[in-house]
């Protein structure tokens, strides 16, 4: 059964934070904001969420999954960040950005691009997550709700409850999101190279 909590998108309920934070702990997959669109999370060692995740989006094990982090300094302990790459960084998070980027030990193997040893890390710029990421104390696994066949990625708790009834374990309502994905920009070579425009812009990255 999917549960749904209502919790307030500028000021989330510390209990209601806690209750979400335990679903995911006990091998959960919900759905949450971000400030570009709503996301399936998960925990980052959980070999099954991950894989329910990839079902549910129907992609692929090759495809990146996301670590969101709670600050620029926690993307240090799940990426390799040198001097170029943190003042970009620095200038773009939080906020709705994903980062390609060589990953550390910390990551387990599984989740890195079996290829490349990259990750996908952001920083979210949402209360709600950022309470979650801060209640959790380390990074979460998470893959924008988009699913296949759509062009966007699902922005209203009311939809994803009637789409993903019985695949979630719970849907936090927050209300709305932008509805568009991130940017996403690949750090992992000599220079940024723009893979997807979304939300975050371009400006800050150099790119606009």
Same mark, same amino acid.
């Given at each position: 059964?999917?549960?749904?909590?209502?919790?307030?998108? +500028?000021? @989330?309920?510390?209990?209601?934070?806690?209750?979400?934070?335990?679903?995911? $702990?006990?091998?959960?997959?919900?759905?949450?904001?971000?400030?570009?669109?709503?996301?399936?999370?998960?925990?980052?060692?959980?070999?099954?969420?991950?894989?329910?995740?990839?079902?549910?989006?129907?992609?692929?094990?090759?495809?990146?999954?996301?670590?969101?982090?709670?600050?620029?300094?926690?993307?240090?302990?799940?990426?390799?960040?040198?001097?170029?790459?943190?003042?970009?960084?620095?200038?773009?998070?939080?906020?709705?950005?994903?980062?390609?980027?060589?990953?550390?030990?910390?990551?387990?193997?599984?989740?890195?691009?079996?290829?490349?040893?990259?990750?996908?890390?952001?920083? @979210?710029?949402?209360?709600?997550?950022?309470?979650?990421?801060? $209640?959790?104390?380390?990074?979460?696994? +998470?893959?924008?709700?988009?699913?296949?066949?759509? $062009?966007?990625?699902?922005?209203?708790?009311?939809?994803?409850?009637?789409?993903?009834?019985?695949?979630?374990?719970?849907?936090?309502?927050?209300?709305?999101?932008?509805?568009?994905?991130?940017?996403?920009?690949?750090?992992?070579? @000599? +220079?940024?190279?723009?893979?997807?425009?979304?939300?975050?812009?371009?400006?800050?990255?150099?790119?606009?």
């Amino acid at each position: 059964m999917t549960q749904r909590f209502a919790i307030h998108p +500028s000021d @989330p309920q510390p209990r209601l934070i806690r209750q979400a934070l335990k679903v995911i $702990e006990a091998g959960g997959v919900i759905a949450a904001p971000t400030d570009s669109c709503y996301a399936l999370v998960a925990r980052l060692d959980d070999k099954d969420a991950a894989d329910r995740i990839r079902r549910i989006r129907d992609i692929e094990e090759r495809r990146h999954l996301t670590l969101l982090c709670r600050d620029l300094s926690e993307i240090s302990t799940y990426a390799q960040v040198d001097n170029k790459q943190y003042r970009l960084l620095k200038a773009t998070t939080p906020g709705a950005y994903t980062f390609i980027l060589e990953a550390t030990r910390e990551v387990p193997r599984r989740l890195s691009h079996p290829s490349r040893k990259t990750i996908g890390i952001r920083v @979210p710029d949402h209360p709600v997550m950022l309470a979650l990421l801060e $209640e959790a104390g380390q990074g979460l696994l +998470s893959s924008s709700l988009l699913l296949a066949g759509d $062009e966007q990625p699902l922005n209203d708790p009311d939809e994803i409850c009637d789409r993903l009834k019985g695949q979630l374990d719970l849907v936090i309502d927050s209300g709305a999101c932008s509805g568009r994905g991130t940017t996403v920009v690949d750090l992992s070579g @000599p +220079s940024p190279v723009l893979i997807r425009e979304g939300s975050g812009p371009l400006g800050p990255l150099g790119l606009g």
